[in-house]
């Protein structure tokens, strides 16, 4: 995203060639399963269905590789231009009995422990490694946030003790959106997905349908989003959570509201082609 189109094949070249800082993790289950790999990206699409020609178009560019819109815009239709988006993770559980809306259950144990920090800005999904996972279906997945405690190659310098670090601007105004919890990000749905040896399970943060619902018309001067200054709005993001009524809320919920999860079909994204959990 962070590249032009036409920079777009030699960034996949470039990409293949670059070893990864994040290191997967994890012992096999007792007990046996499926051994399958994790990545997670952002993608600028929407998650709309594609039609034939761009199905094949996405063959040969995954589509969570450096395909931004020609702009994103905030809920009432702001330009936003994203320097920085990171998430940092600390480990992953995996949740067969769960559905949204009910009660918290035991999950089945941790697979992926990083950290891993994950740019959804980055030309290259990060890869968690692989690990054998209970071939049961999977309707949730938590993933833990971690505080950075020591920065990688290419990171921002003010992801450091954070979770989560945006940078950008609104309409030409700088902003900001910082998080230092410990909590989960967790994605899930009604559709149990069933681990394959053939595929990736994959999580993919849509940053365009993340933006679109949140309301950044109050932002008129340089403006730091974090615990401290939540930036209370009238309307904050209704598509995301109606009782919300600042932007720190917007953000942090809707990583999980417009994240998905599911078995990836080779393309780095999921579209209704795909097994997803939604």
């Given at each position: ?51 034939n ?43 067969a ?5 009910n009660?918290?259950?035991d999950g ?98 849509r ?17 730091d ?27 942090r ?26």
């Open positions: 995203m962070k590249k032009s189109i036409s920079n777009i094949f030699l960034s996949i070249s470039a990409s293949m060639l670059l070893a990864s800082c994040n290191q997967g993790g994890g012992a096999p289950i007792s007990g046996g399963g499926v051994r399958t790999s994790l990545t997670m990206t952002g993608s600028g699409l929407d998650a709309v269905a594609q039609n020609s761009q199905r094949l178009f996405s063959f040969f560019i995954p589509s969570a590789v450096a395909l931004t819109p020609p702009l994103l815009v905030d809920s009432t239709g702001q330009t936003v231009n994203l320097n920085e988006a990171w998430v940092v993770i600390k480990e992953i559980e995996f949740e009995n769960e559905v949204a809306g009660e918290e259950q089945d144990e941790v697979e992926f422990e990083g950290p891993y920090f994950v740019d959804l800005l980055s030309d290259s999904p990060v890869s968690f490694g692989d690990a054998v996972i209970p071939a049961n279906g999977i309707r949730r997945i938590k993933m833990k946030l971690h505080e950075a405690e020591s920065l990688p190659s290419g990171a921002p310098l003010d992801l450091d003790s954070k979770s989560i670090y945006f940078s950008g601007s609104v309409n030409g105004v700088n902003f900001s959106y910082a998080a230092d919890d410990s909590t989960e990000l967790e994605i899930g749905g009604p559709n149990p997905i069933v681990p394959s040896s053939a595929k990736d399970m994959l999580v993919v943060i940053m365009a349908d993340l933006f679109k619902k949140i309301n950044l018309s109050t932002i008129l001067s340089p403006t989003i974090h615990a401290g200054n939540r930036v209370n709005v009238s309307g904050a993001c209704p598509l995301i959570d109606a009782s919300a009524n600042d932007l720190y809320t917007c953000f919920k809707g990583l999980s509201s417009e994240g998905d999860f599911g078995n990836d079909d080779g393309d780095k994204d999921l579209g209704p082609e795909d097994e997803t959990v939604d």
